[in-house]
């Protein structure tokens, strides 16, 4: 009986806790063969994270042949990871392997891919408590089909250090849900489609719509909070917003790269990795 009562406390404290889904090792991975440390960053944008890891000290890169890095430093005494992430869902790869590297806390730091976004977006750090639309990568992660492209929280934990760093310093944010891009152009241009595929991007547009909370979109939020989620560990992200409309100059081109730069220095470097601090 004594034997039994343990075991059901056992059971239920674990309930409490989560379970982990993922068992790898370093020894199946890939890109990363080395620990990291349990906080860091990551960005799909590959000069942004080399921008980003120029803020820490002693750092030790690690580059992979497939094109992402991770640079390992401490920032403040603390040490700390930057890293760059594939752009969409074979992001979940490194976040996958930085996780069985010893990661515990990972901020995805990216940009938003909202369609004309309004100009007062420029300054604001969005914040992402929750993330959908997720199906390709679920489905292949052996998720129960009733979870297929449903919302993902956010550590709420992570999210809370965000909010609180955001007032000390005074910063602008808003709380976002984020919805899963697999196709980027899609989703943004369905009229670029044919009519019978733009009817059926407008009916999935529509499907996720939210009227109770700001709508952003990326291409790897989702996935990094699935996986979080299969390791029962903490994700959260912030996107900031730049110039993808125009025709001619590209987001990180000429004077919007210059916007773009000012606004990484003056706003969100020292945000996303004092919020890291933080937790």
């Known amino acids: 009986m004594k034997k039994l009562l343990v075991l059901a406390c056992l059971l239920t404290y ?11 090792s370093l020894d199946d991975c890939l890109f990363i063969k080395y620990r990291v440390p349990k906080k860091g960053v990551i960005c799909s944008n590959h000069e942004r994270a080399l921008r980003l890891s120029k803020k820490l000290d002693n750092t030790e890169v690690h580059k992979s042949s497939w094109g ?22 074979g992001a979940g790869l490194l976040f996958t392997e930085l996780f069985v590297a010893g990661a515990q806390y990972i901020i995805r730091y990216g940009s938003d891919d909202v369609k004309k976004p309004p100009l007062s977006d420029a300054l604001l750090v969005k914040i992402v408590d929750e993330a959908d639309n ?34 000390s310093k005074g910063v602008n944010y808003e709380m976002r849900i984020c919805h899963h891009l697999e196709n980027y152009h899609s989703l ?8 019978s ?17 700001k709508e952003s979109f990326d291409m790897e939020t989702a996935v990094l909070f699935q996986v979080a989620q299969d390791f029962d560990l903490h994700a959260a992200t912030i996107l900031q917003t730049v110039d993808k409309e125009g025709l001619k100059l590209r987001a990180y081109e000429g004077e919007n790269f210059k916007k773009a730069l000012e606004i990484e220095e003056n706003i969100f470097f020292d945000f996303v990795l004092d919020g890291l601090l933080e937790i």
Not at 14 to 24: P, Q, R, V
Not at 68 to 89: K, L, Q
């Open 134 to 167: 997720l199906y390709g990568y679920q489905i292949q992660s052996g998720v129960a089909s009733k979870k297929w492209g449903m919302p993902i929280k956010a550590s709420q934990k992570m999210v809370d250090s965000l909010k609180a760093t955001a007032k």
């Open 14 to 24: 674990s309930s409490l806790l989560g379970a982990k889904e993922i068992n790898l």
């Open 188 to 195: 943004r241009s369905p009229e670029k489609f044919s009519p």
């Open 68 to 89: 992402p890095f991770i640079a390992i430093g401490e920032y403040r005494n603390e040490p700390i990871f930057i890293g760059c992430a594939p752009v969409g869902s």
């Open 197 to 213: 595929r733009e009817k059926r991007l407008q009916a999935l547009l529509n499907r996720v719509k939210r009227t109770d909370k």
